[in-house]
């Protein structure tokens, strides 16, 4: 089974690409722009990202779609960036979110990915996972990308940016939510 995940995020495509080989599920990247209207709901963006891109590749023979929307929300800054991570990160980055949390102890944090699928046969879902810890107080590690370094998850000693893709698949909230898609598509294609 091929899908097509639509990102311009390389560190993404690879992590969900290297999610879906364990389940028979070949990931093609659509390097198109999302559209991303301002929204404090990451559902109503990707839902709003997939209709859009879904009508574009239709006419190219392409039947199915998946997008991605994923935030860091930092409860000492009452869940900022949240959904405008992307352009926080841009901006101010890591070390301005560092500079915000300068003397603050409460240092909890998550990320959440909101997934949908879009295809003519299956219809459209929704798709979310949630992982839980917090910002370190120093940025730690090389790989992966984004707020990484300072994102420690519970259960791990060891930041986002100081796991290999597989490490980092364990616990994050993409591998979840993908996760759940690639069960729901196979039991979908299991029934067919
Ligand atoms: P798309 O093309 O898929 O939209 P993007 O990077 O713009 O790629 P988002 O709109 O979902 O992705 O923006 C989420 C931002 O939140 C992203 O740019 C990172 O800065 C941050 N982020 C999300 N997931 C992350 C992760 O697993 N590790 C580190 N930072 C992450």
Redesign the pocket.
Known sequence: MIIYF????K??FH?VKTLASSYGIVVKQLDIK?V?IQSDSLEEISLYAVRDIYNKVISKGIDNVV??????FIEALRGF?GPY??Y??KTIGVRGVLKLLEGVDNRKAF?K?VVVFKSSSLGERIFKGIVHGEIVEEPRGIY?????PI?KPYGSDKT?AEMTVQE?NKF???SKAFTELFKWLKSMVSKT
């Open positions: 639509a990102t311009g995020n560190g993404k992590e999302k991303e997008v991605e929307d994923a935030g860091l960036p991570s992307s926080v990160y990320f990915a992966g990308f984004g707020f990484d994102f986002f980092k994050s909230h993409r």
